[in-house]
């Protein structure tokens, strides 16, 4: 049996509207109003996280003196499962299929991007994008699992090495915590389905448990690539086939016309440690 995943980043930016909960909740209605948007959210569940212009201003984190509206309006207009706990954040956790999809929110307590990111020469762990409470969530979540494929969304970027803009690798303590814990505990099947940029691509890197832009700079020669598309407007449809035992995760790139672009798979064995079921 096929399943089909289609994933929503929550809203386009209107640099106007973050800063009065009355723009807030305009720009919200004014965009889910989009004439060329209402077949697609008819046709199927939708499931969103966000990232700093979903959020609120740009490369904005947990100092946002509106976080709790922001919060408040994506609730009303987006059926997550849930919200956060504790009255707090946007993460939350969804199942398809034979796929677990932990949804995280990068925003609420992110620290600001200028923090050090290390102090002594030691990576310094007051620098957070994620935050203890969520991180905590995560990582029970994930040990919970018994998914084939656990897909962590991430409104950053999070394996992409030389990009030089936002990714969560410039928050080293908290990245280094979840990878070493990905290793500690042989977490199979992991996939991060990330945002902020305006591309795509697959970026694949091998470790125990394997895991309108334009290229620029050292990124033309990202070495954890596999697969990119840039200059084209497109959209990704994930899917999963295959008997028990021998999954397959497809992950195909439409145009605006719904034409195919191009298409990548793994199997879910080359996204287990070795030796492991």
């Not at 909960?21 to 889910?32: F, M, N, P, T």
């Not at 939350?92 to 620290?111: K, L, P, Q, V």
């Not at 656990?150 to 990714?167: A, E, M, R, W, Y």
């Amino acid at each position: 049996m096929e399943k089909t995943l289609l994933f929503l980043k929550a809203w386009p930016k209107r640099d106007v509207d973050y800063y009065s909960e009355w723009g807030l909740w305009y720009r919200a209605s004014h965009d889910r109003a989009t004439p060329v948007l209402q077949n697609f959210l008819k046709a199927m569940p939708h499931f969103a996280t966000w990232d700093d212009h979903d959020y609120g201003p740009n490369d904005i984190g947990g100092n946002y003196i509106l976080k709790e509206t922001s919060r408040n309006v994506f609730n009303k207009y987006f059926c997550n499962p849930s919200s956060g706990q504790n009255g707090q954040g946007i993460y939350t956790m969804t199942t398809w299929g034979d796929a677990d999809i932990f949804i995280t929110d990068n925003r609420w307590w992110r620290s600001a991007d200028e923090t050090k990111d290390s102090i002594d020469g030691k990576p310094n762990s007051e620098k957070r994008m994620l935050g203890k409470q969520q991180m905590d969530w995560l990582k029970n979540s994930l040990l919970y699992s018994s998914a084939t494929f656990k897909i962590i969304t991430v409104g950053s970027q999070v394996l992409n090495p030389v990009s030089p803009f936002d990714k969560w690798r410039d928050f080293p303590a908290e990245y280094d915590d979840l990878m070493n814990f990905l290793k500690e505990y042989n977490i199979n099947g992991v996939v991060f389905l990330t945002g902020d940029r305006h591309h795509s691509e697959i970026i694949k890197v091998e470790r125990p448990t394997s895991g309108t832009h334009i290229f620029g700079a050292a990124e033309k020669n990202n070495p954890y690539r596999v697969l990119a598309l840039d200059q084209k407007q497109n959209y990704g449809k994930i899917s999963f086939t295959g008997k028990r035992g021998e999954r397959k995760m497809t992950v195909e790139y439409l145009g605006i016309k719904g034409e195919k672009l191009d298409e990548w798979s793994i199997a879910e064995n080359d996204l287990k440690t070795p030796g492991t079921k």
